[in-house]
């Protein structure tokens, strides 16, 4: 058995990270910059203690597989050391690819996904360790001929989503987001090469779904929560538009670059070292010292959202499960023109509308399975006597500033 090193997770309590290569990519500097990319964005502006990072979550999820791979193994499930070592470098490095402040700027700064980042990250790190995360990208993009190990890093019911409930019902306080996570590893097992969960834990399974849900509207798309973020992207907006106006705008030398050009995947593709270079060397820090930079910047508009950001003066948001009457949205929009004697140009900074939707769970595609006493495997919309929500929730909104307040 490889010797360990030890952490005191506030979540777990004492977890490992195995010596070797495990313990060489989490001391690589590209995983070590998760430490400087919050979890969950701006969320500790509406719970003070949500300021844990991605750096967090990729230790926990590591935790949850090695706990899931012994609960397999003790069933008879055959998982070899290689297998299981891939499993865990996979679950590792799956946000890899995150961006500053997670998903808020995934579309803002990059149009890249971070999944498609995650795989390149992997593939240059496979790269430099002479092959042995080979077996790894090939779980994590389903390419394995065990399905379960992929369902364990990404499906319905993959380590990401427990452990991420989890830590984030615990820095959050929000207790709804609690879920009975090692009862739910304790109850998987594999059939027919896809992963199960014994009936016997079919309770646990419906109160993660419920505990999704009650976190996504109470957390993350609190409306608070999701102004800041819209806050956000208009700025890093705003100062793209500046600088390609020719405006002077000071940022990082690693935002500056991507303020200056939009960034495809073909990009990564041709030229898949230098710009994951560039890439690797931006976090929080950059866009937080660009806010402080912007505060009395001489354009009205990146001035006022960057204050507004960093001293909390938050736009008003409205949630309808209707689209907006046309009319109301130009009577905001001539108000605020009003109050900032601004022209027409300002209105995609200044009022921001669109829609957010979740569905706590999805029946059309790779359902929980359940196996039951009996031998039979149902998906999980066959197995429950509680009307599982799989019903796609739209909220549309409507987000502006304040009234009384520039």
């Known amino acids: 058995m490889k010797h360990k090193k030890i952490l005191n997770d506030p979540v777990y309590g004492f977890v490992s990270i195995p010596y070797g290569i495990i313990f060489e990519l989490v001391e690589h500097p590209w995983f070590q910059r998760l430490r400087r990319i919050k979890q969950t964005s701006l969320t500790h502006l509406v719970y003070p203690g949500a300021l844990h990072t991605r750096f967090h979550h990729a230790l926990g999820a590591l935790h949850l597989m090695q706990q899931a791979i012994e609960v397999l193994r003790s069933k008879g499930i055959e998982i070899t050391e290689a297998e299981g070592e891939a499993a865990c470098i996979a679950i590792l490095l799956h946000d890899i690819g995150h961006g500053p402040f997670s998903h808020?700027?995934?579309?803002?700064?990059?149009?890249?996904?971070?999944?498609?980042?995650?795989?390149?990250?992997?593939?240059?790190?496979?790269?430099?360790?002479?092959?042995?995360l080979s077996?790894?990208?090939?779980?994590?993009?389903?390419?394995?001929?065990?399905?379960?190990?992929?369902?364990?890093?990404?499906?319905?019911?993959?380590?990401?989503?427990?452990?991420?409930?989890?830590?984030?019902?615990?820095?959050?306080?929000?207790?709804?987001?609690?879920?009975?996570?090692d009862r739910i590893i304790k109850m998987l097992s594999?059939?027919?090469?896809?992963?199960?969960?014994?009936?016997?834990?079919?309770?646990?399974?419906?109160?993660?779904?419920?505990?999704?849900?009650?976190?996504?509207?109470?957390?993350?798309?609190h409306k608070t929560v999701l102004s800041a973020e819209l806050m956000l992207v208009?700025?890093?907006?705003?100062?793209?538009?500046?600088?390609?106006?020719?405006?002077?705008?000071?940022?990082?030398?690693?935002?500056?670059?991507?303020?200056?050009?939009?960034?495809?995947?073909?990009?990564?593709?041709?030229?898949?070292?230098?710009?994951?270079?560039?890439f690797a060397s931006l976090d929080d820090?950059?866009?937080?010292?660009?806010?402080?930079?912007?505060?009395?910047h001489p354009d009205r508009i990146l001035s006022y959202l960057s204050k507004g950001l960093l001293d909390r003066k938050l736009f008003r948001l409205e949630f309808h499960y209707f689209p907006f009457a046309a009319d109301y949205v130009a009577q905001i929009q001539e108000q605020v023109l009003a109050?900032?004697?601004?022209?027409e140009t300002a209105l995609p900074y200044l009022v921001l509308k669109?829609?957010?939707?979740?569905?706590?769970?999805?029946?059309?595609?790779?359902?929980?399975?359940?196996l039951h006493k009996n031998g039979k495997v149902l998906p999980m919309s066959e197995s429950s006597d509680y009307d599982i929500q799989s019903k796609e929730v739209v909220k549309y909104y409507l987000c502006y500033p304040k009234m009384d307040k520039k």
């Open 339 to 343: 109050i900032f004697g601004e022209n």
């Open 190 to 221: 594999v059939h027919q090469g896809e992963l199960v969960v014994e009936e016997k834990g079919i309770y646990s399974i419906e109160k993660f779904l419920i505990a999704r849900r009650l976190m996504y509207w109470q957390v993350y798309l």
């Open 104 to 132: 808020t700027l995934e579309h803002t700064l990059i149009n890249v996904h971070h999944e498609a980042l995650s795989i390149y990250f992997m593939e240059a790190l496979n790269e430099s360790f002479g092959g042995q």
């Open 285 to 296: 820090f950059d866009i937080t010292f660009a806010l402080k930079t912007w505060y009395e």
């Open 234 to 278: 208009a700025v890093l907006k705003r100062a793209k538009e500046l600088v390609r106006a020719s405006v002077d705008v000071p940022a990082s030398p690693a935002l500056n670059f991507f303020l200056q050009q939009e960034i495809s995947e073909s990009d990564f593709e041709q030229n898949r070292n230098a710009f994951l270079a560039r």
């Open 135 to 181: 077996q790894a990208i090939a779980i994590f993009k389903d390419e394995y001929p065990k399905k379960f190990l992929h369902q364990l890093v990404s499906g319905q019911l993959d380590m990401d989503r427990l452990d991420y409930l989890n830590r984030d019902s615990f820095f959050t306080g929000v207790h709804e987001g609690v879920i009975g996570y």
């Open 354 to 370: 669109g829609s957010e939707s979740n569905s706590a769970y999805r029946k059309f595609k790779d359902e929980i399975k359940i």
